[in-house]
Every structure is written in C-alpha cells, then in structure tokens.
C-alpha cells in the first residue's frame, strides 16, 4: 500500500461545478502539501498544511491530522483549472517528501 | 525576483553515458531538493542539499549524485544511464524556516 493515496485517479467537471479532491496518508507528517502541475511539466505549489484549513481565491485546502486525511477544493471551476493535481506530505521521521500519484482534472467549458 | 532556473531543459543522451543537471534555487534559499518524475513511478524524492551538505537521500542507486556550491547553485549526476532514467528532473528550492516549495521548469532527459 503506498504511503499516500489520491482519489479520484481521473476527474472531468463542468465548468462552474464544486470539486474536491482526496489525500489519505498513512505515515505520521510534518506537512503536506498541494501540488498543480500543468502540461509542460512545470509545478505550482498551492498549499503547504500542517493543521486546519487554507484558502486561496478559489482554492480551500483542509486536514485532519487525527485521521490523516486532507481535502482540496475547487469552488467554481474553470477550464484554466485542468491540471494534475498532487498531494505531497513530509514524513515526520524521515523529513523528505512522498508523493501521491496525482489527480488529472479536466473541465469542460 | 527570479525563479528557480534548470539548464538544460531538454537533453537526449545514448545509455551508458553520463548525465550533468544544473539548478540554480531563489536568491537567498539555502535548500535545493531533487526529483524525478515518469509516467510509471510518477514523482520521487532524489535528494536535498542545504549548505552544501547533503541533509536526505532518496532510495535511488549510487549512479545519482548531486552535490551543491557556496552560491547554493546545485548539480545532479546520473552515471552509466540506463533506458529507466529518462524522466523528467525537477529541483525545488526552499527559504530558511520555511516549507513551501519552489520548484524549477524541470530538465527533460530521454536516454536512447
């Protein structure tokens, strides 16, 4: 089982719809992070977490460190939203990040 | 202020050849960490310098080496490339006390 699992693997939405996308972990963090990366390959980092929630525009990042589970959401989505979407946590003990292995969001206009 | 810059951006090497990558972090960050990412074993943790020493290592053979300079330009090394080590390596470089990441355009490396 990987440290780190994304869910969904693939998601497509409207243009204008709510999305949320999962990270469950299973390793004690120091931090996790959100990741965007569009084709090309370069990447974004959205968010960094190690407690509660962050917003940015419309990007909301959630996490519960008792469950190890972290949300990211995407209110009124765009099509300049379609992206491959990563979530990352550093490992408490071995201080190095592992990664899920990405979400693809694709949304139509 | 200027991003995080990686030469080349694009290389094609033959196998059994060896492979230099330069990363040069955001002025003032002392972390520059190393990845490497394909379509197969997606985004992987090669190894993070801060001040010029190595401070974590991912679980990749001894072929790969970095090291990092007074200036906290950095430099990875792959040796005796084999076919699995085209991929796309990206740095990331990150301030004093600070977790967020910044990372560079990446450098795209096929091996023939």
């Known amino acids: 089982k990987n440290e780190v699992e994304q869910s969904p693997q693939n998601l497509t939405a409207q243009e204008g719809e709510f999305i949320t996308i999962n990270c469950s972990y299973s390793?004690?963090?120091?931090?996790l992070h959100w990741l965007q990366q569009h084709p090309g390959g370069g990447i974004v980092s959205l968010f960094m977490?190690?407690?509660g929630k962050k917003k940015h525009g419309r990007l909301i990042a959630t996490i519960n460190i008792q469950e190890k589970h972290s949300s990211l959401h995407i209110t009124a989505s765009h099509p300049r939203d379609s992206a491959v979407y990563i979530c990352?946590?550093?490992?408490?003990?071995?201080?190095?990040?592992?990664f899920g292995a990405g979400t693809i969001l694709r949304v139509k206009s | 202020k200027a991003g995080v810059t990686q030469t080349p951006r694009y290389l094609i090497k033959t196998r059994g050849q060896q492979v230099t990558l330069s990363c040069s972090p955001i002025?003032?960050?002392?972390?520059v960490s190393w990845y490497q990412q394909t379509p197969g074993q997606g985004l992987q943790f090669l190894f993070e310098?801060?001040?010029?020493?190595?401070?974590n290592k991912g679980n990749f053979p001894g072929r790969f080496s970095g090291r990092q300079f007074s200036n906290s330009r950095s430099e990875m090394n792959v040796s005796t490339l084999e076919l699995g080590d085209s991929a796309l390596y990206l740095c990331?470089?990150?301030?004093?006390?600070?977790?967020?990441?910044?990372f560079g355009a990446g450098s795209r490396l096929t091996v023939l």
């Open positions: 310098y801060f001040s010029e020493t190595q401070r």
């Open positions: 990352a946590v550093r490992s408490e003990y071995r201080n190095k990040l592992v």
């Open positions: 002025s003032g960050h002392r972390s």
């Open positions: 390793v004690g963090i120091s931090a």
């Open positions: 990331a470089s990150r301030g004093a006390g600070a977790n967020v990441l910044t």
């Open positions: 977490l190690s407690s």
